[in-house]
């Protein structure tokens, strides 16, 4: 009789409540009970990411965060510079051939080499 | 504080220092015959009633007191991380959603009572009790470790037991244990009148022949707990309880506002005559 | 599930997490339902220093020896272990109620729990509550697990934390859900026997209702389990069956109807 009540009045039945609070709780207590799971975690995602941008690895951070009714995995993960995006390949009638993609890191050698000529091109020449 | 109010507020200030706050040990020997809930529910008792409230839980490793609070999503850190270093009082302390003079101090959930350090954790206590008018702290089943830190620090103590025969050998065996130095009461949770009076089951005079402790408290077993516990609300904030009016009264008895002798229950509730004790 | 060892017992241990889910009363009702079919079983008092197995099976009077003697070699396994009166088939090895449980050892618990594996079919250990030294020493000794819950929050979050140190362990286990209460469940007020096993992702092997019946029983130091119209005493028996591998299939309690059909709540 009282659950009838408690639907009427719009109350949702207090063991839906419990289930969705322990899978919440479980689920927070499972992550902080497997640590080397979070660091494997952390590490694949920086691998994935590094094949599309070079990450700045010493200071990426990857924490789970308790928002209201869920658990939110939230990734800092601080992007030094990006890959030039690879053109479509030839047969789908697009010019020109794709350049290769270059390794990871080495934006990064150009990048401290600042002062340097690019490779190819002459510096202009004063007139 | 004081020497801040102006002339024409009222009213006139005392010029009381302030009380040391009282430590209270919630304990039973026998595990699940109530301890955290009988914790939560006396602390949001006393809050309600405008007292400064922190509640300890000394359960390391298989903390409770936040989930029967509705408090498990708020907790970022606990009683090991304040006494390692890792994070402040403030940082740990959570307040509670309904009574904002209610606070929560967590157990660590991965961690170990043997990683708590006794003489640390009384520190604590004392560093708390500067600070609220009560520390209620919820101690593990168990006369081990996590015992030992939970009665560190406090001066008195909570004995919770129910009509049951191991439950009031276990309750002997921790008030043994708890010695002389403390003043012991005693809460019995769970009573059920009619099987009392069937003969089925140990009557609080039973209980308290064996264990001759003041009474705080009789509280009659009622299905709205485990309802409350599965919606994180104490029954003691719902004013339509009679187990949250038992720790009501409880509470008005700690703080010396209600000085006659407990009730015992002598009817089940309405809830309990609707479907029944059994199934 | 571990097929029975060709030479010594099983080795089960009851655990929970939580305190008071009904450890001590399944450990001794399983034990006499698997005794009264034949099985000769041991049942272990794991829990030093809160002794109760001894309480619930009525024995408490005739303890002249406890396991800790027994492991520190003052006296003989067999002075120490306590026949039952009603069944034949059953012993008891009760705990000390003076010492706490740094008074043993894993190995200690272990070599224990092997040599009554000889004189037996079944040894079940008695776990206290918690996670630390006792719970280490219970399970020391067993190749299988009994994790007992209620359908509370508490007691599944501390039963969830207990099956993570069982899987660790590389121990099997299986669920009883204890102290149900169709009615609440009905209403909605208590979490179902479903979503228990949902939640824990655990196999079920038995469900057992609220019944005031035991606290009498207990009372008088009689396990339910050994009163003839008790319908706890038929759960138990069943629960004996499944462990010996039979299928016996769960029951209703209620009479059938839309809400009894959708949910589990016995056996």
């Not at chain 1, 209201?68 to 020109?96: C, F, V, Y």
């Not at chain 3, 012993?91 to 092997?114: H, N, V, W």
Request: charged share 25%; hydrophobic share 40%; net charge neutral.
């Amino acid at each position: 009789m009282f659950d009838f009540f408690n639907r009427m009045f719009g109350q949702k039945p207090s063991s839906e409540t419990a289930k969705e609070r322990l899978r919440l709780v479980l689920l927070s207590d499972h992550l902080s009970l497997a640590p080397d799971v979070v660091e494997s975690l952390k590490r694949d995602l920086i691998d994935v990411i590094s094949r599309y941008c070079e990450v700045d690895t010493a200071n990426c951070d990857v924490t789970f965060e308790r928002q209201d009714k869920r658990i939110a995995m939230l990734a800092n993960i601080p992007i030094l510079g990006m890959q030039r995006p690879t053109p479509p390949p030839p047969n789908s009638g697009e010019p020109p051939a794709p350049k290769p993609r270059k390794p990871p890191g080495s934006a990064n050698r150009r990048r401290r080499r600042k002062g340097t000529v690019a490779q190819g091109a002459p510096r202009p020449q004063p007139t | 504080m004081i020497n801040n109010v102006l002339p024409d507020e009222a009213p006139a200030v005392a010029a009381l220092p302030r009380k040391r706050g009282r430590a209270i040990v919630v304990t039973s020997g026998k595990g699940g015959v109530g301890k955290t809930t009988t914790t939560a529910n006396i602390g949001a008792a006393l809050a309600a009633g405008g007292a400064n409230v922190v509640l300890v839980d000394a359960d390391v490793g298989l903390r409770n007191l936040d989930i029967v609070l509705g408090l498990e999503a708020r907790v970022r850190h606990h009683v090991l991380d304040v006494l390692e270093g890792c994070a402040t009082l403030d940082e740990a302390l959570v307040t509670d959603k309904r009574v904002p003079s209610l606070r929560l101090l967590a157990a660590a959930q991965t961690r170990e009572k043997d990683d708590v350090d006794t003489a640390a954790f009384r520190d604590l206590i004392g560093t708390l009790r500067d600070r609220f008018d009560y520390v209620l702290i919820d101690c593990p089943a168990g006369i081990e470790k996590g015992f030992a830190n939970a009665i560190a620090g406090a001066d008195e103590a909570i004995v919770v037991c129910t009509p049951e025969v191991a439950a009031v050998r276990d309750a002997d065996r921790v008030v043994g244990l708890l010695g002389d130095d403390r003043r012991v009461t005693l809460i019995v949770n769970r009573l059920r009148p009619a099987l009392v009076r069937k003969g089925k089951m140990l009557s609080v005079d039973d209980v308290n022949d064996i264990l001759h402790l003041p009474l705080l408290g009789v509280i009659a077993d009622a299905p709205d707990v485990i309802v409350s516990t599965n919606r994180g609300e104490p029954v003691a904030l719902d004013p339509a309880s009679t187990v949250g009016e038992a720790y009501r009264a409880i509470a008005l008895r700690i703080t010396g506002a209600l000085t006659d002798a407990p009730e015992i229950p002598r009817e089940q509730t309405f809830f309990t005559k609707l479907f029944g004790g059994r199934s | 599930m571990n097929p029975k060892q060709p030479l010594s017992a099983r080795r089960i241990v009851f655990t929970s997490g939580k305190g008071g889910v009904g450890k001590t009363t399944t450990t001794a009702n399983v034990g006499a339902a698997l005794a009264k079919s034949g099985k000769r079983v041991v049942l272990v008092d794991a829990d030093i220093g809160l002794r109760n197995l001894d309480l619930v099976l009525g024995v408490e009077k005739r303890i002249v020896f406890d396991l800790v003697e027994v492991v520190e070699g003052r006296c003989q396994l067999r002075q120490a272990l306590i026949k039952d009166k009603r069944l034949e088939n059953l012993s008891i090895l009760p705990a000390a109620q003076t010492r706490d449980k740094t008074a043993i050892s894993e190995l200690q618990m272990s070599e224990l729990i092997a040599q009554l594996g000889e004189l037996c079919d079944y040894v079940l250990i008695d776990c206290p509550a918690g996670i630390e030294h006792g719970f280490r020493n219970a399970i020391a000794g067993a190749s299988e697990a009994i994790v007992v819950t209620t359908p509370e929050v508490s007691a599944i979050r501390d039963a969830d934390r207990v099956i993570g140190k069982l899987h660790e362990r590389g121990l099997p286990l299986r669920l009883i859900v204890n102290r149900i209460r169709p009615e609440m469940v009905r209403s909605g007020d208590m979490l179902s026997v479903d979503d228990v096993t949902d939640i824990l992702s655990a196999e079920l092997l038995g469900i057992v209702p609220e019944d005031e019946e035991v606290i009498d029983t207990t009372n008088k130091g009689e396990p339910i389990a050994l009163s003839p119209d008790s319908r706890l005493a038929a759960i138990y028996a069943k629960i004996a069956r499944r462990l010996e591998g039979e299928i016996v299939p769960f029951t209703s309690l209620a009479a059938p109807g839309f809400f009894e059909r959708l949910f589990r709540m016995a056996g």
